[in-house]
Structures are given as C-alpha cells and as structure tokens.
C-alpha cells in the first residue's frame, strides 16, 4: 500500500464581487416591485408581503459580508435576478472547465508536476452545467492529461468525498497522481428572489493535486492519513431542476422548487451533531486526541455552525487560527469552502502539524480527511 498526500493547491476567484449592500439594495428593490403588483392581494390577505432584507440580518444569519461570483450585471438587476452567462459553441471550453484550468494550473505549479504526471482527472462540484461529455475529461483534454477522467457529485461534500476516491487509488497502486478540481458556480442554482436563501452563495474553483507521497516534490505537502464518509438522505435541502423535468406538466413554469431550497433551521439543528459525531469517530478510531489538532478547515456554509462543530470537537471555544473562516468574503462555495481554507492556511503550520478537512451539505453528506504536514 503506498501513502498518498495532497501535494498542490490552487484557487480560481472570479473578478466580480457583490457586497452584502448591493445585493440589498438589489433585492429590496425586486421586493417592492413585487408587493405593488400584487399590492391588490396582499392588501386583501390572500398574499403576503415580500419582507425586506438587510445588511445586518444577512451577517448575523451567516457571517457573509460578500461574494464573487461569474457576473454580477443580471444578479443585481430587479427585473431580472439571476446571472446572465453566455451560451458558448460546442467547440469552446466550457466555463466550468475553463475555470477548473486555471484552477489547476495553480495547483500543478506549487505541486511541481506537468500533465504527464498526472494519471486521472475527477471533476467533484454539486451541479455541473451538463450530464455528458464530463467536464472532467473536456479539462483532461485542455491540459494534456492522458489516462482517465469523470464527473462526481456529493453536493457540498463532492470533494472531500473526492479526495476519498483519489487517496483509495493512489494507496491501491492504480495511479501514482491525481488532480481534482471544484468547479462551483453556485450563483446559477441560487434563487436570488428569496429573501432566507439570497445571501448564502458564492462562485469560486478550487483543485487540489494529490500523490504517492514519495513523489512529493512541491514546496507544501500534506499526508492524508485517513478518510471517512457518511450519507443520510435529508428533503431539508433540495433542488429539483433536472433532465426528467421536461416529462413534466408545468415543466416550463418558473418553479422554486427548481432552485436552491433548504430548511436552515432543521439543517443546523440535524447537521452540526452528526457532523461533530462524525469527526471525533474518525479521530478516536485513529488514535488521535482533538487536542493534538492545529487546525480545522471546515466547510464554508455559516459561521455559526462552524463554531458550534468546532466548539463540540475541541471541547472549547476554537481560536481564528485553529479554524479559519473564508466565508465573510467567498460566501457559501459548496464543495469548495473547505479547500479554500485549506488552500489559503496550510502553509504556516510546522512539520508534523495534524488536521482536519471537513466538509458536510445536501443528502445528507459529510466528508473527513486527516492531515499531517510532510
């Protein structure tokens, strides 16, 4: 069996930022549109008023104060509310593996490798913009990569649940390196119009380059000691877009359902046992205390509910740098967030360092991958 390790990290950010003001001002403004054509109804109790939304609710609810996504023109638009993304020709790049490039070549500069020591390319992202050819091997194909690749989807575990996968097949001897990327461009599947969900997301690639340790010759390397996954099906998050809905009647409709949709409340109460349970399994079977932990980078969906799991693991209060938040300026990125955080605070931590990647979402799912710096 051979060791596997995370030997390269890159982060692609798009250029476009929306702070939590503009978003505001956008939605407020999509909100009294609303009720003065409905103001008739409402007027009559046969419909509710759209609430307003603020910059104070949207912090204290998450921890976000912005995001980046791919194009803000349409999402800061009233009458519109959504992004306004090209349709690109079928000999083009897609947008997601253009940004799963550049995300990659970051990844493969700080690890040290070229395309031909790659072995297998995974695409793990919680939507990708069509079912076939895989975004996974258009992004093999635009870096040269030979060998195999495939799209995975976990939602928001996709890749942790990933780095599982790619560590099983370097230990087992089928690969020698792996590059995962993360392609999340969640502004497409968040519905902008509802005031409890419009803040949560944010557009973002991460990709990760993972190795038989041996192989390591970048300048940070990462051992993976061990992974653990878990599902439980949950309705609490939901989306119901997909290709059977033209079977449909009403298919055509501008439905909710076929957007992002969640019930936070239940998913906090519900997630943040099962995840913290999640993680102190995994330590104990492992042999390893939470004490001996420097670092937790956790999935990047709410503040709150990463203070509360790093609050049950730990047994304490964590410190910013023992669990460091990416989320007041990316937002929710889905499978991203945990490597982001991991991208951005690894490098300081001294040889021997033990850590935990993190990552829970839609399914349920939750992912743990423990560390050790090479």
Same mark, same amino acid.
């Given at each position: 069996?051979?060791?596997?390790?995370?030997?390269?990290?890159?982060?692609?950010?798009?250029?476009?930022?929306?702070?939590?003001?503009?978003?505001?001002? $956008?939605?407020?403004?999509?909100?009294?549109?609303?009720?003065?054509?409905?103001?008739?109804?409402?007027?009559?109790?046969?419909?509710?008023?759209?609430?307003?939304?603020?910059?104070?609710?949207?912090?204290?609810?998450?921890?976000?104060?912005?995001?980046?996504?791919?194009?803000?023109?349409?999402?800061?638009?009233?009458?519109?509310?959504?992004?306004?993304?090209?349709?690109?020709?079928?000999?083009?790049?897609?947008?997601?593996?253009?940004?799963?490039?550049?995300?990659?070549?970051?990844?493969?500069?700080?690890?040290?490798?070229?395309?031909?020591?790659?072995?297998?390319?995974?695409?793990?992202?919680?939507?990708?913009?069509?079912?076939?050819?895989?975004?996974?091997?258009?992004?093999?194909?635009?870096?040269?990569?030979?060998?195999?690749?495939?799209?995975?989807?976990?939602?928001?575990?996709?890749?942790?649940?990933?780095?599982?996968?790619?560590?099983?097949?370097?230990?087992?001897?089928?690969?020698?390196?792996?590059?995962?990327?993360?392609?999340?461009?969640? $502004?497409?599947?968040?519905?902008?119009?509802?005031?409890?969900?419009?803040?949560?997301?944010?557009?973002?690639?991460?990709?990760?380059?993972?190795?038989?340790?041996?192989?390591?010759?970048?300048?940070?390397?990462?051992?993976?000691?061990?992974?653990?996954?878990?599902?439980?099906?949950?309705?609490?998050?939901?989306?119901?877009?997909?290709?059977?809905?033209?079977?449909?009647?009403?298919?055509?409709?501008?439905?909710?359902?076929?957007?992002?949709?969640?019930?936070?409340?239940?998913?906090?109460?519900?997630?943040?046992?099962?995840?913290?349970?999640?993680?102190?399994?995994?330590?104990?079977?492992?042999?390893?205390?939470?004490?001996?932990?420097?670092?937790?980078?956790?999935?990047?969906?709410?503040?709150?509910?990463?203070?509360?799991?790093?609050?049950?693991?730990?047994?304490?209060?964590?410190?910013?740098?023992?669990?460091?938040?990416?989320?007041?300026?990316?937002?929710?990125?889905?499978?991203?967030? $945990?490597?982001?955080?991991?991208?951005?605070?690894?490098?300081?931590?001294?040889?021997?360092?033990?850590?935990?990647?993190?990552?829970?979402?839609?399914?349920?799912?939750?992912?743990?991958?423990?560390?050790?710096?090479?």
């Amino acid at each position: 069996m051979h060791r596997a390790a995370i030997t390269g990290t890159g982060v692609f950010t798009p250029a476009d930022v929306i702070t939590n003001a503009e978003l505001v001002e $956008s939605y407020n403004e999509y909100a009294h549109r609303q009720n003065a054509l409905h103001a008739d109804a409402i007027a009559a109790g046969e419909r509710e008023p759209l609430a307003m939304s603020s910059e104070e609710f949207i912090v204290k609810a998450s921890g976000i104060e912005r995001r980046h996504v791919m194009s803000k023109v349409g999402v800061l638009d009233p009458g519109v509310m959504h992004p306004l993304l090209p349709e690109r020709a079928d000999a083009e790049l897609s947008i997601m593996a253009e940004i799963s490039v550049k995300a990659a070549d970051e990844a493969m500069q700080k690890a040290g490798v070229a395309a031909a020591d790659i072995d297998a390319v995974i695409c793990a992202a919680s939507n990708h913009e069509r079912a076939y050819p895989a975004i996974a091997i258009e992004v093999q194909q635009a870096l040269g990569i030979n060998g195999f690749a495939f799209d995975m989807n976990v939602a928001c575990s996709s890749a942790t649940f990933g780095m599982q996968l790619a560590a099983d097949m370097i230990r087992t001897g089928s690969v020698r390196a792996v590059l995962m990327v993360n392609p999340e461009i969640t $502004s497409g599947h968040l519905e902008w119009r509802d005031r409890d969900c419009h803040f949560i997301f944010g557009d973002v690639c991460t990709a990760v380059v993972m190795q038989r340790a041996e192989d390591a010759r970048g300048g940070v390397a990462y051992e993976i000691l061990s992974t653990r996954c878990l599902t439980e099906f949950s309705n609490n998050i939901r989306n119901n877009n997909g290709f059977l809905r033209r079977t449909r009647e009403g298919h055509m409709a501008d439905r909710r359902d076929m957007q992002f949709r969640q019930e936070g409340r239940k998913v906090f109460k519900q997630v943040v046992p099962m995840v913290a349970e999640l993680m102190l399994d995994h330590l104990s079977d492992e042999g390893i205390a939470p004490s001996q932990l420097s670092r937790m980078w956790l999935h990047q969906a709410n503040k709150a509910m990463n203070d509360m799991i790093g609050e049950k693991v730990l047994g304490r209060v964590p410190t910013r740098d023992e669990q460091p938040n990416i989320l007041q300026d990316y937002a929710n990125t889905s499978s991203a967030g $945990s490597v982001i955080a991991f991208a951005q605070h690894s490098d300081d931590l001294p040889k021997d360092s033990l850590g935990v990647i993190c990552s829970f979402g839609a399914g349920y799912s939750a992912g743990s991958v423990i560390v050790r710096r090479m």
